[in-house]
């Protein structure tokens, strides 16, 4: 089983609507998760960190279940721009690495 | 200004020969990583250094020998390429913990 999995998509919406990821991780031990946003042909980008409590950046929202050891990103009023490639990251305990998904694609169009 | 800078952007060349990737970054971080990016797109880390010294050394052949001369910059030495080896390179900064990475822009390394 892979330490973080992801649907790798893609996943194609229209301008203007609500798109959810989901992302599942198999270590128990893990403490910090976040999500990284790569475009096509660039390098990954911290998009931002998921909190247990969940939180919210403008249109994005991440939520956290460690019960069900999966972590979510949300994206309201999708734009354009937001297409890329969305990358789920785990890092377990003390571990000086993190562990990064194959990434979802998101491609929004008119 | 870019804050983490590898070169070459592109690298083409046959099996068996010896390249070398140069990062630097400028962001006054104590850690600097290199990632391998296959086709599946998978991020993969090979090495981390904190303040010139080794700390993460994953599974990779020992064809690869990573050398920080301090801690701005970290080099990725590569001998005897194989086709395998063909994938995207990144170097990474991180201030403390690796949680926030700074990517450089990637280099595409293509072995005929």
């Known amino acids: 089983r892979k330490e973080v999995e992801q649907d790798p998509g893609p996943f194609n919406v229209p301008e203007g609507a609500t798109v959810a990821f989901n992302c599942t991780y198999s270590?128990?031990?893990?403490?910090?998760f976040f999500w990284y946003r790569q475009d096509c042909r660039k390098e990954p980008k911290l998009l931002m960190s998921?909190?247990?409590s969940g939180n919210e950046d403008g249109r994005f929202t991440a939520q956290l279940n460690r019960a069900s050891q999966y972590i979510s990103l949300l994206i309201r009023d999708s734009k354009l721009s937001d297409s890329a490639t969305y990358l789920c990251?785990?890092?377990?305990?003390?571990?000086?690495?993190?562990?990064f998904g194959t990434g979802t694609r998101l491609q929004v169009t008119l | 200004d870019t804050a983490v800078s590898q070169t070459p952007k592109y690298l083409v060349t046959q099996m068996g020969n010896d390249k070398s990737i140069k990062c630097e970054q400028n962001?006054?971080?104590?850690?600097m990583y290199w990632y391998k990016q296959d086709s599946k797109k998978f991020l993969k880390i090979m090495f981390s250094y904190n303040n010139k010294e080794l700390i993460i050394n994953e599974t990779v052949p020992n064809r690869f020998s990573p050398k920080s001369p301090d801690k701005a910059h970290l080099n990725l030495h590569i001998n005897s390429l194989e086709l395998g080896d063909s994938a995207v390179y990144f170097c990474a900064s991180s201030q403390g913990g690796p949680e926030k990475l700074f990517f450089g822009s990637g280099t595409q390394l293509s072995v005929l």
């Open positions: 998921v909190y247990s």
């Open positions: 270590n128990s031990a893990s403490q910090s």
């Open positions: 990251v785990v890092k377990a305990g003390t571990a000086s690495k993190l562990t």
């Open positions: 962001l006054g971080h104590d850690t």
